[in-house]
């Protein structure tokens, strides 16, 4: 019997799964491609599933020609050293070098009755013309890299169901030259496209300006009637706590019915959602498009939606469907997260306040340039950033505006991982106009209405607004980096399409802009951008919702071995800031003098090494020093950047292959909800409360450790932090810089609940009286014990002991590596990282992701400034 269940479920579960692949499926495999002036025909005979491919090559789709190329090793890495410097730029070549054909085969029959295909192109940079069995689709050339595309294919459908689809895929019409500034000399902003690709302060030009079928291109099939862009809206009003029983909420859904038919067409337009069906009756006319609003559906006890760090992130999934005589013509997911995002203006700081389900939210946040410089997307890719996000403790992403909107598979991560996203349009005050730069080829006055086709921005805008509009961690829409649009664009956006398509969102006009941020109650600019004195971080006044601010953020030596030739694997000479040609193509941001207070360098892997411990002071101190002012100077901060999506040298938490450094794990303690720190300049321990309630009942101990271990005990007392506050507890200056003066000092401060659990914990270690790390130089070894065994699948537990007795074991690096060469396995993720150990303390820390599983036999390294290198089996 248990066997005839177990067949009987196999076949169920196939023929849902045939069902759901027969109703859509992506052309992502079989593509081939060529260049424009080695092809003859014309799209119509090209497309003819008899004309000869024997000479075209493989192509990569969805993905750029530059990717197409690489994949088939006819143009070197551009990742990787010098290499971009080889391949043809696009600037010189002229456009006709990046043009292309992409063909592809695929099977497909002739539906019954009133059966549809539908064919989906979700993005192409930047023009194309599209042919199907010897017939043009598209009666003009399609522009716009962020614009949608559907045909109804059915009538050009092969009745023996082989069919061919031939593109040729155009460059921008203005690829820009790649002199060196901002988005080169700027025109590459006259397009309505990505802005970086003719490179900027963190990245070399893309040769081929990113020209491709860059998105996911499907067959759908439906009935008479599709679905389209379904719209939801959730309403939670107002104030609601984390993991309470929740009065309801309200759902207000909506979609676009397209009728395809000769005849008109009745149904019901419906939706599930908790076992509750909402639906109306519709009747559609011949070839015509209607918009249907249901009834509002009041949920009852709904689980809330909430950003990371202030509660969970359930996701109700739901499907709205067009039921005609019984059966569906078609449907749409729909993702839901019941939330509801408000603003106001916070008058003592002169700033945006932003709350989530009626409870005040203090931002903290990460600019985001894209996940692949090269548009190489991928699902995991997303939500391996967008995780590594999420341990930053970090709360919200800024999708910067010289890229593009970022794409379904991004915010699905950011909702399962509680990432509110600020989305800007393809703006840059750069390219655009906001300031003289005499790298630029127009003047201000002339950048400052580019588009050319303000027309072509206006209509991908509206469609990229009804492609992104129900994820639950989309918050904002921003007109533009640091600079408005045209003002037609403008109101537009403003005044037609927000308040249609989606009315629930706040609009920034800009960046910076004074609806954001006021900036002269006090604050001192955006910035900075490079690395500072700790003390800055903290007493330095910015802007009151800062949407740019950061330091350094180079990797250890494995990372840089992954990008730098063997030759160009130097120190670089920070104080006179003089740098390796590749370093500096790299776009190496100089460390100035910090490593001197480390002692001399040897060589470039104790650089490295030093450059975590600078890596982790400054987003630690970044972060606390934000914090410390919450409500007070501050409402909100991100940090510029968190992310590179290609080998740069410069800010950020994690390599382009996805390797952390001590940037991420800094930034993760500096940005702990409930957390201990202390203020360097006053010398005051103070306490930050990201939660909704008043902490109670919790131990703060202070101790400090010399180089020997020996510690001293300055303090110990019951705290209790306001919600959503800051509290400053104890000055400890003098008795701290005394304990430092000589050779530096371990400050360790912990807060213990009632069983004497560490709720938090944070060690510094502290120069001497003149700036120096002179103790950290002369610290007898630790004798680290390591364990490491499977605590589930995906999962492995490393526990790190220090004995009694021994000096601090301190700052710690651990890595999952592969028994074979050492080099670590990526990605995986570390529930912290570059640990320190107390004497006769132990932390325990879990590896986990995907990746651990693929690897059996892995081994766990551990390395730290005081403890020799050694690696552990997992048991």
């Not at 005040?360 to 991928?378: E, L």
């Not at 003002?487 to 609009?507: E, G, M, V």
């Not at 960046?511 to 002269?520: C, I, P, V």
């Not at 360098?601 to 982790?616: D, F, G, R, V």
Request: proline share 6%; charged share 20%; glycine share 8%.
């Amino acid at each position: 019997m248990i066997r005839i269940l177990k067949i009987a479920t196999f076949l169920l579960l196939t023929c849902l799964q045939l069902t759901a692949q027969q109703h859509s499926y992506e052309l992502n495999s079989g593509w081939q491609c060529k260049a424009l002036g080695s092809v003859k025909a014309a799209g119509e005979a090209i497309s003819i599933p008899t004309y000869p491919l024997q000479d075209w090559l493989p192509a990569t789709v969805p993905g750029t020609v530059l990717t197409t190329l690489l994949n088939n090793k006819q143009v070197p890495d551009p990742f990787y050293g010098m290499n971009n410097q080889r391949i043809p730029d696009i600037y010189f070549t002229g456009r006709d070098h990046y043009t292309y054909w992409f063909v592809k085969d695929f099977t497909e029959t002739v539906p019954a009755a009133d059966g549809q295909v539908w064919l989906h192109f979700r993005g192409v940079n930047d023009g194309c013309d599209i042919f199907l069995n010897g017939h043009r689709l598209n009666a003009t050339t399609h522009f716009g890299a962020y614009l949608r595309q559907t045909y109804n294919i059915t009538p050009f459908l092969n009745r023996q169901g082989k069919n061919r689809l031939a593109v040729i895929v155009y460059p921008a019409p203005v690829p820009g030259n790649p002199n060196g500034g901002q988005g080169g000399d700027g025109t590459i902003a006259r397009n309505v496209g990505p802005q970086y690709t003719a490179g900027w302060d963190w990245i070399q030009p893309m040769r081929d300006r990113n020209t491709g079928i860059w998105d996911k291109v499907t067959i759908e099939k439906t009935g008479a009637v599709r679905v389209k862009d379904p719209h939801v809206v959730t309403k939670v009003p107002g104030q609601r706590w984390p993991g309470k029983l929740q009065a309801p909420a309200l759902l207000e859904v909506a979609a676009d019915l397209e009728n395809a038919s000769a005849k008109s067409c009745s149904g019901t337009l419906r939706y599930t959602i908790d076992g509750i069906t909402v639906s109306k009756a519709v009747t559609i006319a011949p070839h015509a498009s209607t918009t249907v609003q249901l009834p509002v559906l009041t949920l009852p006890h709904p689980r809330l939606w909430w950003p990371a760090g202030y509660g969970d992130q359930p996701l109700y999934h739901t499907t709205v469907a067009f039921v005609t005589n019984g059966s569906s013509s078609d449907e749409a997911s729909v993702e839901v997260g019941v939330r509801e995002i408000q603003t106001s203006w916070n008058t003592h700081t002169g700033s945006r306040e932003v709350a989530v389900n009626g409870q005040k939210i203090f931002i903290k946040g990460g600019d985001w340039i894209t996940s692949d410089a090269m548009f190489r997307f991928s699902k995991e890719r997303y939500d391996a950033e967008v995780r590594f996000h999420r341990d930053m403790n970090l709360n919200l992403i800024r999708i910067w505006g010289g890229s593009l909107t970022e794409r379904p598979e991004f915010f699905e991560a950011c909702d399962h991982y509680g990432l509110l996203v600020f989305q800007d349009f393809w703006m840059s005050g750069d390219c655009n106009g906001r300031w003289v730069d005499p790298m630029k080829k127009d003047d201000q006055l002339t950048r400052r209405q580019y588009p050319d086709d303000h027309a072509l921005f206006v209509n991908s805008i509206a469609d990229q607004v009804k492609l992104l509009r129900n994820y639950a961690s989309l918050a904002f829409w921003c007109g533009g980096n640091e600079i408005t649009p045209p003002q037609d664009i403008f109101h537009a956006i403003k005044d037609s399409i927000l308040p249609t398509l989606d009315n629930t969102r706040y609009f920034f006009d800009y960046s910076n802009s004074d609806s954001m941020s006021y900036n002269t109650l006090g604050g001192n600019g955006d910035g900075p951008y490079t690395i500072q004195p700790l003390a800055h971080f903290w007493h330095f006044r910015t802007f009151p919702f800062n949407s740019e601010v950061g330091s350094v953020g180079v990797g250890d030596l494995l990372s840089l071995q992954r990008f730098l030739p063997a030759q160009n694997l130097v120190m670089p000479d920070d104080v006179h800031h003089k740098t390796d040609s590749v370093w500096a193509y790299h776009k190496y941001i100089p460390y100035d003098t910090f490593h001197a207070a480390y002692g001399p360098q040897k060589n470039l892997e104790q650089w490295a090494n030093t450059a975590q411990l600078i890596n982790y002071d400054q987003y630690r101190a970044l972060m606390e020093g934000f914090s410390a002012h919450m409500w007070d100077w501050y409402t909100g901060v991100i940090i510029w950047k968190t992310q590179n999506p290609w080998s740069a040298l410069r800010g950020q938490m994690y390599d382009y292959y996805l390797d952390p450094n001590a940037c991420l794990y800094g930034l993760r303690n500096g940005g702990t909800p409930l957390h201990v720190m202390y203020d360097p300049v006053e010398g005051m321990v103070e306490i930050v409360n990201n939660h909704f309630q008043r902490t109670r009942d919790l131990m703060l101990e202070v101790k400090a450790y010399d180089m020997q271990g020996h510690d001293t005990l300055l303090t110990q007392l019951f705290v209790e932090t306001p919600a959503t506050g800051v509290q400053k507890y104890l000055p400890l200056k003098r008795v701290v810089d005394g304990l430092r003066a000589q050779v530096g000092t371990f400050l360790s401060l912990r807060l213990l609940n009632l069983k004497k659990e560490v709720v938090d914990e944070n060690i510094y270690w502290l120069p001497n009286a003149n700036g120096q790390y002179s103790g950290l130089q002369q610290m007898p070894a630790a004798q680290i014990q390591l364990r490491a065994r499977k605590a589930g699948a995906g999962t492995v537990a490393v526990t790190m002991s220090n004995p009694a007795g021994a000096p601090v074991a301190f700052f710690n690096r651990l890595s999952l590596v592969k028994a074979t060469d050492k080099q670590r396995i990526l990605p995986v993720f570390y529930s912290d990282n570059y640990i320190t150990v107390a004497p006769g303390s132990s932390k325990t820390i879990t590896i986990s992701g995907a990746a651990v599983g693929d690897h059996p036999g892995a081994l766990v390294e551990v390395y730290g400034q005081n403890v020799a290198r050694q690696y552990v089996s997992i048991e």
